[in-house]
């Protein structure tokens, strides 16, 4: 599986930006997915997830009510919907996904990423 996230540009605070994560093969469907996000000199950290079957989601508590994870597998895509965007969101998004990541903890496919810059 190949992942390709775009979306990404400058917007200002407040202000909302949705990102895309296109996924190449026939598994996209069954794999749990996620959005990540790296700010400049920090680590890398957890932003949504989104279950393969259920559609449950889960978020940050830093994002919680700003952001919303989808899918639509017959495009073989994800989304991040970022609403209310703070300077603090600036980073870059990276998606991940993976078969049973609640049971193997970790996401063995990843996207490059796409920067989001929010200005004050």
């Known amino acids: 599986v190949q992942l390709q996230a775009s979306g990404g540009g400058l917007v200002q605070a407040g202000g909302s930006l949705r990102l895309s994560c296109a996924a190449s093969g026939h598994t996209f469907s069954s794999y749990d997915m996620g959005w990540f996000r790296r700010a400049p000199g920090k680590e890398r950290e957890f932003v949504a997830t989104i279950n393969w079957n259920s559609g449950r989601t889960g978020y940050a508590d830093s994002v919680k009510g700003r952001f919303t994870i989808s899918r639509d597998n017959a495009k073989n895509t994800l989304y991040l919907e970022m609403n209310s965007l703070k300077p603090e969101d600036t980073a870059v998004y990276s998606c991940?996904?993976?078969?049973?990541?609640?049971?193997?903890?970790?996401?063995?496919?990843w996207g490059q990423g796409t920067l989001v810059t929010v200005s004050s």
């Open positions: 991940a996904g993976g078969p049973r990541v609640a049971t193997s903890g970790r996401y063995d496919y």
